[in-house]
């Protein structure tokens, strides 16, 4: 499951490369589809919201909005590196949310990444800038939602996840400009991106992470940044930068070592 989830979250960047759309309308069309998909299995595990609910759904929207927009304004590679920069965010965050303190893996693993960042963020022109930027943020906004779902891991994950991919669309609904005509194809791009590629990959995500440890589930899902960027080239042509391929093969190598010298590790509140 855990690597049937990476597959389908590493096709985001060949399908937004792809689609003759927004990155804001790119966000609020996959959550909708998503919400529409797990709405009746959601509704069946709904439970009492409250504050919780509420700061999980902004992490997520964050998350899942800043990466589209990183993705359609620098390459696909540094989108998703720099979304695997989560944690970083984790580490730093950890005390004052979750009460969990650092380690020397934790230590060694932040100052690679960091590293690794630093080498991408020198390599960007000016034109890639803004998607840099947008792709550290959606690794701020992904490592709240690590922690956030690890500190309310008692709620049910089917009525988080429709949830929040409701509050996205909502969110994003007044923010949306005029496009062209959507054409048959972009619609089919969205449900196939909606259902494949958000909706059930996260689905399942949750449901392997309630079977395996958490540091197996974070090195596995390394899967999505190492074929995210193949699939760009192969599909779209789109080769990463030589400043990528060095900061992005930091950045993972400190992730590796974050989860793998890790006798313990917990994600999303997951028990190893």
């Known amino acids: ?38 709405a009746p299995l959601a509704w069946k595990r709904r439970q009492p919201l409250d504050w919780g609910n509420l700061w999980l759904a902004l992490a997520y929207t964050g998350s899942v909005t800043l990466l589209v927009g990183a993705t359609k304004a620098t390459s696909a590679a540094n989108a998703i590196l720099l979304q695997y920069t989560a944690p970083i965010f984790v580490f730093l965050l950890g005390i004052p949310l979750v009460g969990e303190r650092p380690g020397p893996a934790d230590w060694a693993g932040l100052i690679l990444t960091m590293t690794g960042v630093g080498w991408i963020f020198a390599g960007a022109g000016e034109a890639d800038s803004l998607g840099v930027t947008l792709g550290l943020a959606s690794g701020l906004s992904f490592g709240l939602l690590i922690l956030l779902q ?16 409701l509050v996205v669309a909502l969110l994003l609904l007044p923010w949306l400009g005029p496009e062209p005509r959507a054409a048959e194809r972009e619609v089919l791009l969205m449900i196939l991106m909606g259902v494949v590629q958000l909706g059930i990959p996260y689905l399942l995500f949750f449901l392997a992470l309630q079977r395996v440890s958490a540091r197996e589930g974070a090195l596995i899902t390394l899967l999505e ?5 193949i699939w760009v080239a192969v599909f779209v042509g789109e080769l990463p930068s030589s400043s990528t391929k060095i900061g992005g093969a930091i950045v993972l190598l400190g992730v590796v070592l974050r989860y793998a010298a890790q006798g313990r590790g917990k994600l999303s509140g997951t028990p190893d």
């Open 1 to 38: 499951m855990l690597a049937a989830a990476a597959v389908g979250w590493s096709l985001s960047g060949v399908i937004i490369k792809s689609a003759e759309l927004s990155a804001l309308s790119i966000a609020f069309s996959r959550s909708l589809v998503a919400a529409l998909c797990l």
């Open 150 to 165: 690890r500190r309310y891991r008692h709620k049910d994950p089917c009525w988080v996840l429709g949830g929040s991919n």
């Open 225 to 229: 940044p190492l074929l995210n960027p």
